[in-house]
């Protein structure tokens, strides 16, 4: 099948996006609180997000909108406190950014995977099965030491 035009582009934005946010992550003041530090960048986040509103225009008033917002929210906020926190405590630590993402993205795929097949019906196919063992590959291969 051939990946239609409006996913790719998503896709592209998203990758471009995790680049950056990897990239700009690690490179945070050590000496910044990590809490002032996720203040910051939800403020300016907020900020940014302003000017999508020309290509993506509300539909009704800023109160219908906010009425169709459901619980879900409230959990994307969760998430979006612990990845942010996270990464940034990892990059403190001295994680890489050859293998940090890497290794929390094989483990997220490995636990998506199994949410998809118990909570959503989806089928494991035996080529899932072998992408998670390769993703399990490269962890093992990005995490050993690094010979010269």
């Not at 986040?45 to 009704?60: D, E």
């Amino acid at each position: 099948r051939v990946m239609k035009l409006g996913l790719a582009a998503a896709l592209a934005i998203a990758v471009a996006g995790q680049v950056l946010y990897q990239v700009m992550q690690k490179m945070v003041s050590h000496g910044a609180h990590p809490v002032v530090s996720l203040l910051a960048f939800y403020a300016l986040a907020a900020v940014m997000s302003l000017p999508l509103f020309w290509l993506y225009p509300l539909h009704g008033n800023v109160a219908h909108e906010l009425r169709q917002l459901n619980p879900a929210v409230a959990g994307v906020a969760a998430s979006i406190v612990l990845i942010e926190l996270g990464f940034l405590l990892a990059y403190r630590a001295g994680g890489s950014l050859q293998a940090s993402y890497v290794t929390s993205a094989a483990f997220t795929t490995g636990f998506l995977v199994l949410i998809g097949v118990v909570a959503y019906a989806e089928r494991l196919s035996l080529s899932k099965v072998a992408g998670l063992l390769l993703c399990l590959g490269g962890i093992w291969l990005l995490s050993r030491p690094t010979t010269t």
